[in-house]
């Protein structure tokens, strides 16, 4: 079972926006920076956030990371058929000395 | 290109080792945190095992003791040694690069390559 959690499922109609939390603790996001991962069946994950809020070259501005305290948050806005996947938020953790995932959130395109 | 190719996937019965191996090209692996991530059916991504620049690695709980990740820097490529395997070791696994510096971040990922453990 993993430490951070995430809602199983957003939706919302194309060109709307969603969000998607990510819950920890002290020991993960409450001291760790935040990467937020796009995964289609199939296919490699790729990379979509780092450093909370940082965008790798080629990632469009819909998409937005934001980490308040223990906390982190993905967004997407103007939504399009294509983003339809699972969505990972993932850091390492003081702790358990291991990197975690999120539970993972399967974004529907309505 | 820069890319990631893992080989070395298949079936294996429960108690069965396994080799993978992950072919780095337009990088050197020695230059960066190396990764394995597995998925298993229907479930979420889980981080598995990390080798840093220096050597040290550090292990999930799941796998300590039975799996070891190493790397070769002659052949630019990344390992993971799987023993004493079991079922809920089934899983597509990928390994990706985590550049120092970057925020314990994963920019490249291979395509993976299925593990199944059955009898």
């Known amino acids: 079972q993993s430490v951070l959690t995430q809602p199983p499922s957003v939706s919302a109609a194309p060109g709307q926006k969603v969000t998607i939390s990510c819950s920890g603790s002290s020991s993960n996001i409450g001291n760790k920076y935040v990467s937020w991962y796009q995964h289609l069946p199939g296919t490699a994950p790729k990379l979509l956030i780092y450093?909370?809020?940082k965008r790798p070259s080629g990632i469009p501005d819909r998409f937005s990371g934001s980490k308040s305290g223990t906390s982190a948050t993905l967004g997407i806005t103007g939504l399009q058929t294509g983003d339809e996947a699972d969505y990972y938020c993932g850091t390492w953790d003081n702790s358990l000395s291991a990197y975690v995932f999120g539970t993972g959130t399967k974004v529907t395109v309505l | 290109e820069v890319q990631l190719v893992e080989t070395g996937g298949g079936l294996i019965q429960p108690g069965g080792s396994l080799r993978l191996s992950c072919a780095a090209s337009?990088?050197?692996?020695?230059?960066?945190?190396m990764t394995w991530v597995r998925q298993a059916p229907g479930k979420g991504l889980e981080w598995v095992s990390v080798?840093?620049?220096?050597?040290?690695?550090h292990y999930a709980d799941s796998v300590k003791g039975r799996f070891t990740i190493s790397r070769d820097n002659s052949k630019n490529t990344l390992y993971l040694q799987m023993n004493s395997l079991r079922g809920e070791d089934t899983a597509v696994y990928y390994c990706a690069r985590d550049p120092p510096g970057g925020g314990d971040a994963f920019d490249l990922w291979g395509q993976g390559t299925m593990v199944t453990v059955s009898s």
């Open positions: 337009g990088f050197n692996v020695s230059s960066n945190y």
């Open positions: 080798i840093y620049r220096g050597g040290y690695t």
């Open positions: 450093e909370n809020n």
